[in-house]
T-cell receptor, first 112, second 112 residues
Framework: DGGITQSPKYLFRKEGQNVTLSCEQN?????MYWYRQDPGQGLRLIYY???????QKGDIAEGYSVSREKKESFPLTVTSAQKNPTAFYLC???????????FGQGTRLTVV | GEDVEQSLFLSVREGDSSVINCTYT??????LYWYKQEPGAGLQLLTY?????DMKQDQRLTVLLNKKDKHLSLRIADTQTGDSAIYFC????????????FGQGTELSVKP
């Protein structure tokens, strides 16, 4: 089945640790996105990538890093520099421009 | 600015129509989208409208776009309890490399 897969669904991290969230798509989409969702704030864009080996910062990139070495994969690392990492993280993908984005089921990250 | 604004809550009775409103600021937006999110899940695309259209109808859903006022609405006819969810408006910004910006989401509650 074609789709976009995020793993794991739930993730717990100790303060001071880096953690990487996985996002894989087999839709042959060029563009991929990472959003953070907090209650009452909607979705805020962290990073996006329009093509392999290229990515741009979104509105809240501080404390996060990404890579785009393969078209299918866009992992997000939440570093220890991110002051308030507990949130619901959503990955999406789309054809290059002006088309709808398809979302994964999300990863809920909790810092303990 | 890049703001997309929505009211946070809407409550309706089963069988009534629901109207969810959204305003955006970027006049270069090309596509505007409506997504639905059920608890703990990713976002599901409901419908979209191209910026040179005024209206789009898809079964129980009607999208109206007033480009002059930068106002978008989603009408759900004969609202059912299964329509209870958070609804997000999003704009694809034409001069920002296809960046996809979301509103805060409107929580629709349907009472029997």
């Amino acid at each position: 089945d074609g789709g976009i897969t995020q793993s794991p669904k739930y993730l717990f991290r100790k303060e001071g640790q880096n953690v990487t969230l996985s996002c894989e798509q087999n839709l042959n989409h060029d563009a991929m996105y990472w959003y953070r969702q907090d209650p009452g704030q909607g979705l805020r864009l962290i990073y996006y990538s329009q093509i392999v080996n290229d990515f741009q910062k979104g509105d809240i990139a501080e404390g996060y890093s990404v890579s785009r070495e393969k078209k299918e994969s866009f992992p997000l690392t939440v570093t220890s520099a991110q002051k308030n990492p507990t949130a619901f993280y959503l990955c999406a993908s789309s054809m290059r421009y002006n088309t709808e984005a398809f979302f994964g089921q999300g990863t809920r990250l909790t810092v303990v | 600015g890049e703001d997309v604004e929505q009211s946070l809550f809407l409550s309706v009775r089963e069988g009534d129509s629901s109207v969810i409103n959204c305003t955006y600021t970027d006049s270069s937006s090309t596509y505007l989208y409506w997504y639905k999110q059920e608890p703990g899940a990713g976002l599901q695309l409901l419908t979209y409208i191209f910026s040179n259209m005024d209206m789009k109808q898809d079964q129980r859903l009607t999208v109206l776009l007033n480009k002059k006022d930068k106002h978008l609405s989603l009408r759900i006819a004969d609202t059912q309890t299964g329509d209870s969810a958070i609804y997000f408006c999003a704009e694809r910004q034409g001069n920002q490399g296809g960046k996809l910006i979301f509103g805060q989401g409107t929580e629709l509650s349907v009472k029997p």
